[in-house]
């Protein structure tokens, strides 16, 4: 089968704004081009009949995309155990979309959008990297994705209160982090608070002070929907560190926001609705 693993590491990010532009993203080369849906290549006619379960699993996914479309509810549908044969032709038909998730941990999630959005791939993992599970999503984003983003905190007023002097921005961004993630804890669903960092002087100890200040939480979500955008998880409730990166790799567009998860990376209701439309249309060239 083929392997859709995320080759991604969540490692903390280093700094960047307008005065460090020569600086390259290092950790991973990103596709220079933004993906275009294109209609999968259709298998034989007697590979499908060896495959009842996969196309069963397609019109599954069919009624969990009409499920949300009508009411917003996503769904997950286990695939652990699928015949190898079914499972290759699920993965020739989903093929890969525009947004890959990896969530650390004692047992990794490696998670990658299908070509249509909003229908997900998950794979969790072992210690020693053998897959323990295999699921499909149908969902704005995945839930474990929400669940893990913000597992481990850190006191922020305690560590505001230890910053060494002679910073420039870094202590005043932080006090409006603390302050608007307080808000975003006592309402999850508020709209997103942006600070623009590429817009502020900020010296290196500033992104260090920054960086060290609020930790690195254990999701990395990479999106090619709107560019190159590499998001982290901080180890503060609501905080996500967003990157955008132009096509040779340095960073262009540096910020933090406060949201349950970024925009950027969440399939829309009209990708969503296209999506259905997509797969039945697929579907219907199968049979």
């Given at each position: 089968m083929r392997d859709i693993s995320i080759n991604i590491v969540n490692v903390p990010v280093g700094p960047g704004s307008q005065s460090e532009g020569d600086m390259v993203l290092d950790y991973m080369k990103m596709p220079s081009e933004m993906s275009t849906y294109d209609m999968p290549s259709f298998p034989e006619e007697s590979e499908l009949?060896?495959?009842?379960?996969?196309?069963?699993?397609?019109?599954?996914?069919?009624?969990?995309?009409?499920?949300?479309?009508?009411?917003?509810q996503g769904s997950v549908?286990?695939?652990?155990?699928?015949?190898?044969?079914?499972l290759n032709l699920l993965n020739q038909i989903l093929g890969e979309g525009e947004v890959s998730v990896l969530i650390d941990g004692e047992h990794p999630?490696?998670?990658?959008?299908?070509v249509m959005a909003g229908i997900w791939r998950l794979r969790s993992f072992d210690k020693q990297g053998n897959v323990l599970s295999e699921a499909i999503e149908v969902?704005?984003?995945?839930?474990?994705?929400?669940?893990?983003?913000?597992?481990?905190?850190?006191?922020?007023a305690e560590r505001i209160a230890g910053?060494?002097?002679g910073l420039l921005n870094a202590p005043s961004v932080l006090v409006e982090i603390a302050e608007t993630s307080a808000q975003y804890k006592q309402a999850p669903d508020m709209a997103?608070?942006?600070?623009n960092l590429s817009l502020l002087p900020f010296s290196p100890e500033d992104h260090y002070s920054l960086t060290t200040t609020t930790?690195?939480?254990?999701?990395?979500?990479?999106?090619?929907?709107?560019?190159?955008?590499?998001?982290?998880?901080?180890?503060?409730?609501?905080?996500?560190?967003?990157?955008?990166?132009?096509?040779?790799?340095?960073?262009?567009?540096?910020?933090l926001e406060i949201v349950a998860?970024?925009?950027?990376?969440?399939?829309?209701?009209?990708?969503?609705?296209?999506?259905?439309i997509r797969l039945e249309e697929i579907r219907d060239a199968l049979m």
């Open positions: 009949e060896r495959c009842p379960q996969a196309m069963g699993i397609l019109a599954d996914i069919q009624l969990m995309l009409a499920q949300i479309n009508d009411n917003g549908l286990t695939v652990t155990g699928l015949p190898d044969a079914d999630v490696r998670i990658q959008e299908t969902a704005e984003i995945p839930e474990c994705v929400r669940e893990h983003a913000f597992a481990t905190t850190v006191n922020l910053l060494p002097e997103s608070h942006v600070i930790g690195t939480g254990c999701v990395t979500i990479l999106s090619r929907g709107y560019g190159n955008c590499r998001i982290t998880s901080t180890q503060v409730d609501g905080l996500w560190r967003v990157q955008y990166y132009n096509s040779t790799d340095h960073l262009i567009l540096d910020t998860i970024p925009a950027v990376a969440c399939a829309a209701p009209e990708d969503l609705a296209d999506s259905a």
